[in-house]
């Protein structure tokens, strides 16, 4: 699935399917266009349009009976740039069927046109690859937007968003039977071809010999071993680097700790952070920011086997520190671990973690808030940049004293507390901090400054689409934390 192509027009084509906004007001809707809406006013309510978000109505214009225009929501004012995305990706999804879609919202600013035309190309995605025949409505092909010729606006962006949320998605819809560490390194290395970024692919052998414990412990109980790819995208004259290490838990099992059959559906989902992570990257290269960006896809699928990695096993992550594994189902935090080790060594200026780490996020935050926890400095920007974007992140305490929870007898570390159900997010976070090396050399330098997204309860969808979030794999974070590097490229 690729996006659709986004242009603007001074007048829609005649074959495409017209847009018109509503917005919910004290006094009654008010529609938002550059047509006349006088007649089309009464008609709307007649039709009770109430202008609410993801509401969405067809009608005849009673101006020009040839045309059929579609009325969306575009909640109560004041209008900012995330209205358009939301309601732009309503209007998109309900519209499949339809080859070309015009946008007219009237005199709209260039940033709300942009917002409009991202949250088109977000909500015109699907998923087909594996139906045996084709959907009865295809998806949208081609978003117009009607503005003044006089109105500079630039459609690039937009659409590497949306590419790099369909990359995501894409990789994470595709079963498991056919991505696992291997091809995932295929698809990798298909999505950044002819774009300025390195790659570096460690194979099974390659772990073990470099010292990769963690992953290689996650790994063993699978017959399709463990990767760690390195993307490194370094334009000549940036300044500032930033580190993303993504989990790419590629089926999740639980390993020895085994989950139960119900629990184990929609464990493909494990990889997203590790596809979120190379979607980041790319998007970066084709938009060609001045940032240094280092990427770590930590791979592996976890499974239960007699090579499999047993509770009291103690693994030596990458740099030496052991880590004694009383749960196996605890996998992320171990794979990661190697990642933000490699990550450190090059002394970033701040690195992030994308993971589906813990099912606590969702009992500490529902399904639409991202925990974030880390440095409060960068998670501070990254939460306004989140609400610019429409995505919402959450800022979560790292106590000190769960690192307690977490000592061990054997080893330098535990995975897990047994039987602790307090604050798993905390406690997973908390555990990844201890693998996050400092900014030099000198003993007392301090942290590198680090953030931890934890999406395992945002990253899917399971419950119907509404605005740009679809039902299934959702992208999220990935263009927060690109807007976040094109700040950093600026700084």
């Known amino acids: ?29 008010r529609l938002v266009a550059s047509r006349d809406t006088t007649k089309l006013q009464k008609l709307a309510a007649s039709l009770d349009v109430t202008g609410a978000q993801d509401s969405f109505t067809t009608a ?26 939301y309601a732009a990706a309503v209007a998109v999804r ?14 709209v600013e260039a940033a709300s046109l942009e917002a409009l035309a ?25 978003i117009e937007i009607v503005a003044d010729k006089k109105l500079t606006v630039d459609l690039s ?58 992953i290689v412990g996650v790994g063993q109980g699978s017959s399709r071993p463990p990767r760690l790819v390195k993307l490194v995208y370094s334009p000549r004259k940036a300044k ?29 989902y494990d990889m997203t952070g590790a596809a979120s992570t190379l979607a980041i990257i790319t998007a970066a290269a084709k938009l060609k920011l001045n940032v240094n960006i280092t990427a770590w896809l930590c ?9 499999a990695t047993r509770p009291n096993d103690v693994l030596t992550i990458h740099g030496g520190k052991t880590v004694e594994v009383l749960n196996t189902d605890a996998e992320g935090r171990l794979v990661l671990a190697d990642g933000l080790v490699a990550a450190s060594k090059e002394y970033p200026d701040v690195i992030f973690d994308i993971a589906t780490l813990t099912g606590a996020a969702t009992t500490a935050l529902g399904t639409r808030y991202t925990g974030v926890m880390g440095d409060a400095e960068t998670i501070s920007h990254l939460v306004e940049l989140g609400n610019s974007t429409g995505e919402n992140f959450w800022h979560m305490p790292l106590p000190e004293e769960l690192r307690a929870y977490l000592n061990s007898d054997v080893a330098d570390i535990a995975n897990v507390k047994p039987g ?48 740009f979030t679809s039902a299934g794999p959702t992208g999220v974070a990935v263009r927060t934390l690109i807007n976040l590097a094109e700040s950093y490229a600026t700084a």
Request: no cysteine.
């Open 60 to 85: 005849i214009d009673p101006a020009h009976p040839a045309t059929v225009l579609a009325i969306v929501g575009l909640g109560s004012g004041p209008l900012t740039p995330n209205s358009f995305r």
């Open 420 to 467: 602790n159900t307090a604050g798993g997010m905390l406690v997973g976070a908390t555990f990844l901090k201890d693998f996050v090396g400092k900014t030099s050399d000198k003993p007392d330098a301090p942290q590198i400054p680090w953030v931890h997204l934890d999406i395992a309860n945002t990253a899917n969808n399971a419950g119907g689409a509404y605005g």
């Open 1 to 29: 699935m690729s996006i659709p192509s986004l242009s603007m027009v001074s007048r829609p084509s005649s074959h495409a399917l017209i847009v018109i906004g509503a917005v919910a007001e004290k006094k009654g809707v």
């Open 118 to 142: 991202e949250g088109a190309a977000i909500g015109s995605y699907s998923y087909t690859e594996y139906k045996s025949t084709p959907e009865k409505k295809s998806a949208v092909t081609s």
């Open 240 to 268: 500032k680097h930033i580190a993303i290490v993504g989990k790419g838990i590629t089926f999740d099992t639980g390993g020895l700790s085994l989950k139960s059959g119900a629990g184990m559906i929609g464990m493909k």
């Open 157 to 214: 962006k937009p659409a590497v968003s949306a590419a790099a949320l369909t990359l995501v998605k894409n990789l994470v819809n595709t079963p498991p039977n056919d991505l696992y560490p291997a091809t995932f390194v295929d698809h990798t290395l298909a999505a950044i071809k002819g774009l300025p970024i390195k790659s570096t692919v460690w194979d099974e052998k390659a772990l073990i010999k470099d010292g990769f414990g963690g």
């Open 299 to 307: 791979l592996a699928e976890n499974m239960p086997s007699s090579t």
């Open 94 to 107: 309900k519209l499949a069927g339809n080859e070309t879609v015009a946008f007219d919202f009237g005199a």
